[in-house]
């Protein structure tokens, strides 16, 4: 039997809300820490218990910024904040000092989107594609998107702290810091001097910084 397209549209759509309704058996699962938690998330915390503060986080304070990249993450993601737990967004403010950066890393559960509330930065990412590098200034009020697993950095070229709050696709979008991958861990260290065809003695100098041993 051959169907015209309106008759597909429309079962499409017939579909898509029956999936949505499936998927909606619940308001909300508020994360519960002490409950054990797998691939699909945290577990819930039993709804009579649930309270208005579960889906409260506040990120008024700055972070401490004391470290060697004169910059700091402060996620409010589902392991901490727990009203955000399968809704598949969250948040995060970012403080970065004066030529301080928040280097090189990933998010592999999610997109990201920032705003610029404070200060100057200079953005980008990389494509996975081609190796393709995108970079942008931006200032108070601007926002960027960095796509969802590829390589990202922010920098403060500006002469205040710059402020960023920044968004994702997930409760839990996770985070991988490129240099904390190679040198704050007990990879071996000619192993990284071969991968990253650095000398041994600087590998084992960053190994040192980072706190990797090994």
Same mark, same amino acid.
């Given at each position: !039997?051959? !169907?015209?397209?309106?008759?597909?549209?429309? +079962?499409?759509?017939?579909? %898509?809300?029956?999936?949505?309704?499936?998927?909606?058996?619940?308001? &909300?699962?508020?994360?519960?820490?002490?409950?054990?938690?797998?691939? %699909?998330? &945290?577990?819930?915390?039993?709804?009579?218990?649930?309270?208005?503060?579960?889906?409260?986080?506040? +990120?008024? @304070?700055?972070?401490?910024?004391?470290?060697?990249?004169?910059? !700091?993450?402060?996620?409010?993601?589902?392991?901490?904040?727990?009203?955000?737990?399968? /809704?598949?967004?969250?948040?995060?403010?970012?403080?970065?000092?004066?030529?301080?950066?928040?280097?090189?890393?990933?998010?592999?559960? @999610?997109?990201?989107?920032?705003?610029?509330?404070?200060?100057?930065?200079?953005?980008?990412?990389?494509?996975?594609?081609?190796?393709?590098?995108?970079?942008?200034?931006?200032?108070?009020?601007?926002?960027?998107?960095?796509?969802?697993?590829?390589?990202?950095?922010?920098?403060?070229?500006?002469?205040?702290?710059?402020?960023?709050?920044?968004?994702?696709?997930?409760?839990?979008?996770?985070?991988?810091?490129?240099?904390?991958?190679?040198?704050?861990?007990?990879?071996?260290?000619?192993?990284?001097?071969?991968?990253?065809? /650095?000398?041994?003695?600087?590998?084992?100098? /960053?190994?040192? /910084?980072?706190?990797?041993?090994?």
């Amino acid at each position: !039997m051959k !169907m015209s397209m309106r008759t597909f549209l429309f +079962l499409s759509l017939l579909t %898509a809300v029956a999936f949505t309704t499936e998927a909606s058996v619940v308001d &909300f699962c508020v994360a519960d820490p002490s409950l054990p938690n797998g691939p %699909a998330g &945290f577990s819930c915390k039993n709804p009579s218990q649930v309270v208005a503060k579960d889906f409260f986080y506040s +990120l008024a @304070a700055k972070g401490n910024t004391d470290n060697v990249f004169r910059s !700091m993450v402060t996620p409010a993601f589902a392991p901490v904040f727990a009203g955000v737990n399968g /809704l598949g967004i969250s948040f995060a403010r970012v403080d970065i000092e004066v030529r301080g950066v928040v280097p090189f890393h990933t998010h592999p559960g @999610a997109s990201e989107i920032i705003l610029v509330t404070q200060g100057i930065i200079k953005v980008g990412f990389v494509a996975s594609s081609d190796n393709r590098v995108y970079i942008q200034t931006l200032r108070n009020g601007d926002i960027f998107v960095f796509p969802q697993g590829l390589l990202h950095f922010q920098i403060n070229i500006g002469k205040i702290p710059a402020v960023v709050y920044a968004s994702f696709g997930s409760d839990n979008p996770r985070i991988q810091i490129v240099d904390s991958a190679w040198f704050q861990n007990d990879l071996p260290t000619p192993i990284v001097a071969n991968t990253t065809l /650095l000398a041994i003695r600087e590998v084992k100098r /960053l190994k040192k /910084l980072f706190g990797g041993t090994n």
